[in-house]
């Protein structure tokens, strides 16, 4: 008899028997518990029925229950706590130990992360050390960071998307769909392409859609294998797990001068100045501030004689400081204190939002300024001011996207958003020609590549102990840009030197792969 | 025609329906569990099932009991005790509590000790008896300082707690023995603790002083017991009192105020208590260690889900003291949120039903005596489930009706036997 029950228990129609049961018991308990909650009770005294106490007890239940359901229905959005029942949740078939986690995939579908079979930690990376800094990594023992980490729920099958049925799926049942793919807006080939151009130098290279903010590339060097971060973690000299796209900061240089030619032309202040060779000084014990055509006479043991009365455009291309100085005192307190928050300096720029939470580069830093005269070494990108490679390429962009500043991103699915509006459409219109002139005449002529009319700026940046740090930012073409290219090289020396030919390198395989004379597919 | 019929129905007639109802369910969950046990081996063990046959001979009998005494109390309250009593034996049944049958009477017997103490507790309180106990409060406060003495002395720790020979926790009655105290001490000084100067409580000061004396001999006592979590409760009942005498909103504020001041002296002195509120603030510090039963608890609730695992097919074992303490992440896994919110809802319809029947009763003592009963069943369940979700930190209290433990069974069916005599007005 026993033994009859127990094969029928464990026949097919055994779950659905038990199944049958726990609704019966739950739908019976739901009768019970509301028959008692709705039985007659005593009549209420005269004195009291102490109210307050009663709502006091029966709400303290239910904010615990409203607790508890953070846990018991909504447990899958803490990473955390996902990470501790991957590895200690005992239940043989728990979900979290049998999705199979989805691949991450780059725009055009390439893998960039893939999972092991029968390898709950396993993970595969095609271009390691490349993308390791976007992508991080995801490891049994020094957890899941980056991409992998934000994109955890989406990746691991628990997060809900409202708008499909999974939603029901996952409360009726309560097992995981499948994990799902999250496609990035990465080109793989960029991606390594830039990787390469770093070539082990300390350095970052941003890549990105001025009017979608979809970033192509997002690299950071030196590179780590995403499999075995134990060295990079523990490596304080180079710092390689340390991603310095997004949270290296770094004093912009020249770059920074896009900022203020932006300004000049939108508040149309006044753009001729006097440039003698002595330099500029601000005011009284400040040090002048020279051009570098000044040092390198010095050096040949000449006199520079300075570029006499110029305008903004010969200024540009000349990328000449001791003109931007005095545009920076002309522009007044409160223009470049209001520039600065267009920019978005101050702020930390959110590249991911995804189910699992967001992804933010560091705050830059620009010091809010009282005195019109401090505005003239920042002015030039010096001073008390720090930015990350992606600040610099999202002005860059919002210059190319006719003075929208656009969110980056690097997820397809996020929406496109406009973080703030840098200038007019007008100024962003003149201030691509005059960067066009840096590039085909200025300090940029190593990019000025046929064909592609690529505007940009070069920038050198001047940093405590050591070399000077190399930046060149640029877009490509003049009129309807399609792509952003920044590059920075740590204690590269001079922009032009160091951080150009990775740009030029860069926009020619861009251009090879279709991404600078056509143009950006998705815009708002 | 069928209102009429409603109203000759009558509170044991509801009763009983409840308890019919509250029976149905335990028997779902015991088929299920018995299913689930049948799948793995064709063994069906009889002694396990003693104490749910006790429940469905003992319950209707009690009722009976009431029918012939001419009981007219709130029937709600009743079936919310039996109902939360049952899925309590179904709980333990499950969790191979009684797996030993016989041989471990001390898992068998507090059932039928329990009811037992649930008559004792509606004789000693129904009926408007109840008012004749206010003359047993001092003799209640002695004993409590008995118990508590007692243990000090005999008592040896055992996972943080202490207990007596066999394991048995008779700190259990101090609750209610304390209760009484203070309903019947407060209740004579009525007067002097309603006196309020805008809206902030100023009882004279002689009076006042009396009661810190007096209370503060039990409290130093619990303090030297270790038991944090009897002294949290206690003190959370006597300012529900304080405010069910005065009914002003001053002394549940102040109250707060004072137990999160205490809540944090507490945990600056104890290292114990460190540990629980570390714990209670980031359990990921320590997740093998320090916050292992919590995080255990909650990935228990979490692969319960909306609709719980069913019962008997969790795997709530892995937390460690699932029984006692934990018992609520096994209920989580088990019945799901939604069943934990229908059991949370039939505790909280057990605490209305307790205050309402407070304001109905005739005499200071006796309101004030229900009240404290109430609401030492309600912090009890506050802090317990509040601690296993993470709500709160650890302070180590069972769950009433629901948790493994004679004493504690025996001590909840008692008050919630005297609560059923204070409900009845004559």
Known sequence: MLERLMNLLN??????????????????????????????????????????????FAGALFAVLVYQATWQIWGYTNPDFVKFMRRYNRRPDAAEKQVMRGPLLDRRGMVLAAPVVGDVWGRRYPLGAAAAHPLGYYHSTYGITAVERVCDPTLSGYAIDKRDEALGKMLFTQRAAEGEAVTLTLDQRLQQKAYELLAGRKGAVVVMRPRSGALLALVSSPGFDPLNPAEAIRDEENTPAFNRAVQ?????????????????????????????????????????????????????????????????????????????????????????????????????????RASGGELKSARGHVPEVTKARSTALLAIGQGELLTTPLHVACFTAAVAADGRMMRPRLCQAEPIEEMSRLCNVKTA???????????????????????????????????????????????????????????????????????????????????????????????? | MSRKKKKTLGPIGTATGLFLLSAFAVACACLAILGVKLSNAPVLQVEPLI??????????????????????????????????????????????SFSQGLAKPAAMLPLPLGLAAFMVGTLLTGKGRGAWLAKAGWMAYLAALGV??????????????????????????????????????????????????????????????????????????????????????????????????????????????????????????????????????????????????ILQALAAMYSGGLWGAGLGAGVPQSVPIVTSDFVYAAVAEEIGLVGCALLLMVYATLFSRGLRAAGATKTPFERLLCVGLTASLATQTILNVAGVTKALPMTGITLPLISHGGSSLITTLLIAGMLTGLSDRK
């Not at chain 2, 007219?72 to 939360?84: C, E, R, W």
């Not at chain 2, 002689?206 to 009897?230: C, E, F, N, Q, S």
């Not at chain 2, 109250?255 to 540990?275: E, H, K, Y």
């Open chain 1, 429 to 524: 219109e003149q201030l691509r020609a005059i960067l066009r002139e840096a590039v085909s005449r200025g300090t940029g002529k190593g990019v000025d590549l046929p064909g592609l009319n690529v505007c940009g700026k070069t920038g050198t940046a001047q940093a405590p102990g050591g070399e000077d740090h190399a930046w060149f930012t640029c877009f490509a073409p003049q009129r309807k840009p399609n792509i952003v290219v920044t590059v920075l090289v740590e204690r590269g020396g001079f922009g032009a030197k160091a951080a150009l030919p990775v740009a030029r390198a860069l926009l020619q395989e861009a251009d090879r792969l279709g991404y600078v004379r056509i143009a950006e597919e998705a815009t708002p």
């Open chain 2, 51 to 96: 104490p749910l046959a006790v429940y469905a001979v003992g319950v209707p009998l009690i009722l009976l009991w009431l029918k012939l005494s001419g009981w007219k109390g709130d029937a709600g309250l009743v079936g919310a005790v039996f109902l939360l009593c049952g899925i309590g034996l179904v709980i333990q049944f499950r969790m191979g």
């Open chain 1, 11 to 56: 026949s097919d129609v055994g779950p659905d028997l038990l199944r049958a049961l726990k609704i019966v018991f739950l739908a019976v308990l739901a009768v019970a518990s509301f028959g008692i909650l709705y039985a007659p009770t005593v009549k209420p005294g005269k004195v009291t029925s102490y109210g307050l106490l009663r709502i006091l």
């Open chain 2, 148 to 293: 508590l003495g007692a243990m000090l002395l005999l008592g040896r720790s055992f996972r943080g707690g202490t207990y007596l020979a066999g394991n048995l926790n008779p700190s259990e009655i101090v609750k209610p023995l304390l209760v009484l105290f203070l309903a019947s001490y407060l209740s004579r000084h009525q007067k002097a603790f309603s006196e309020t100067q805008k809206g902030i409580p100023v009882p004279p000061l002689r009076v006042l002083w009396g009661l810190v004396a007096l209370w503060a001999i039990p409290m130093l006592m619990t303090i030297a017991l270790k038991d944090l979590g009897l002294m949290a409760l206690l003190n959370a009942v006597l300012i529900v009192m304080l405010f069910a005498i005065a009914r002003s909103t001053g002394y549940l504020a102040i109250g707060l105020a004072a137990v999160a001041a205490a809540g944090f002296g507490v945990q600056l002195i104890s290292a114990n208590a460190r540990t629980r509120f570390d714990v209670w603030l980031n359990p990921f510090a320590d997740p093998t260690g320090k916050g292992w039963q």
């Open chain 1, 248 to 352: 290296g900061r770094y004093p912009p240089g020249s770059t920074f001068k896009i900022l203020l030619a932006a300004l000049a032309i939108e508040k149309g202040l006044p753009q001729v100045y006097a440039c003698p060779g002595q330099g500029y000084v601000a005011g009284p014990g400040t040090p002048p501030i020279r051009d570098s055509e000044y040092y390198a006479y010095q050096r040949k043991g000449a006199v520079w004689p300075g570029w006499g009365r110029i305008g903004l455009k010969d200024a540009t291309v000349h990328s000449s400081n001791v003109y931007f100085a005095q545009l920076g005192v002309a522009s007044g307190t409160k223009a470049f204190n209001d520039m600065m928050t267009k920019a978005r300096i101050r702020e930390p720029l959110t590249y991911l």
